[in-house]
């Protein structure tokens, strides 16, 4: 799904105090920590106690790293595979370990749990009541809670989401979800958000549509971030969804091989605010589809990767975007990005 594979390992670091020749502050550097690793990270999560796995999918054909004595092959159509489609990287000492995996987590999603388990679900090897791709739950407009309580329903029916697909292209699959402060779930898919109360499984308020008519969920798959919370305002909460392909964009290079300029607008809401909540626009230095946003220790919002045209979906971005750039939330609106 994304538009290049890499097999390397990189870091990055701001270093806040060092200087150039003309003495201006450095913008930080990247490491490489390994020149290969052996699989594509189609998944990364970091996890407790200084660990990194990353995992591919396991459907195309047996990698060069052998999984330890006696560690679970996968299933596949060919066959059991019995080499590593994960790695597990301890950042502390920077070793790598071949990973097991049982099933195909190829278009899969997970989460960690309260207690810091990675609980992955969905994608080729389901154990969902409904097969699911592209989780959460779009294409059955429904969702499904984890455990299952014995006097819940097993599936909910979520109208959001087939109010917001598109025929031909979604442009809603892969909606973001963010946990409010109050135990609401923010829920964007295309270009449209709710706030979704879990406990009484309904819809709480709907915000106003993104001005512009972007969609922002796949194939044109935006990215988004909740931006930090503060103490000073512990019940206040904003959202950022950055990026994504024109509407037109995947009929447009999926039909007539026809790549149009990714999007490069922002936009910024706190969906806890009283109504009227409004969206503010912000502009990237540059476009991009398909791009990561991670969180810095510093509040900062990091944003990398991704295409500067076409749209997601069976390589066809076209244009990699390989300069980062940084969101920080204390700026004044309109001059954030670096």
């Known amino acids: 799904m994304s538009l290049a594979t890499t097999h390397h390992y990189m870091r990055g670091g701001c270093i806040a105090n060092a200087a150039t020749a003309d003495d201006a502050p450095s913008q930080g550097e990247w490491q ?47 066959g059991a595979d019995c080499t590593a489609h994960s790695m597990l ?6 070793v790598l370990h071949p990973y097991p995996l049982a099933t195909n987590p190829w ?12 609980h992955q679900t969905d994608g080729f ?74 406990y009484n499984r309904a ?20 990215s988004s971030v909740l931006l930090p919370l503060r103490p000073d ?4 909460a904003e959202v950022l969804v950055c990026g994504s392909a024109p509407r037109e964009a995947y009929h447009l290079a999926l039909r007539n091989g026809t ?22 626009i912000e502009e990237m230095p540059m476009a991009r589809v398909m791009g990561d946003m991670v969180l810095l220790p510093t509040g900062d919002v990091l944003i990398v990767n991704g295409a500067a045209a076409g749209t997601a979906r069976w390589e066809l971005g076209r244009e990699p ?12 609106l309109g001059s954030r990005f670096d």
Do not use: K
């Open 32 to 78: 490489l920590l390994h020149a290969g690793i052996g699989v594509s990270a189609m998944h990364m999560q970091l996890l407790p106690e200084d660990f990194v796995l990353m995992f591919d999918r396991t459907d195309t054909g047996p990698s060069n790293i052998s999984l330890p004595a006696l560690a679970p092959c996968a299933d596949t159509v060919d």
């Open 89 to 94: 990287l301890d950042v502390r000492s920077n």
């Open 107 to 118: 278009c899969s999603s997970g989460a960690l749990l309260p207690n810091g388990t990675l």
């Open 125 to 198: 090897s389901s154990g969902d009541l409904v097969a699911r791709l592209f989780s959460p739950a779009t294409g059955w407009f429904n969702l499904e809670y984890f455990p299952h309580a014995d006097a819940a329903p097993p599936l909910t029916v979520f109208p959001f989401l087939d109010e917001t697909t598109v025929p031909d292209a979604e442009n809603n699959l892969y909606p973001f979800l963010h946990l409010l402060p109050d135990g609401t779930v923010f829920v964007f898919a295309n270009d449209r958000a709710i706030v979704f109360d879990p």
């Open 203 to 222: 819809p709480l308020r709907r915000l106003p549509p993104v001005p512009g008519g972007v969609p922002r969920n796949y194939p044109s798959s935006g």
């Open 233 to 236: 305002a512990p019940a206040h």
């Open 259 to 280: 790549f149009v300029t990714a999007d490069r607008t922002c936009a910024h809401v706190a969906p806890t605010d009283p109504d009227p909540v409004v969206w503010a």
């Open 321 to 332: 975007v390989t300069r980062p750039v940084l969101y920080r939330p204390d700026a004044p």
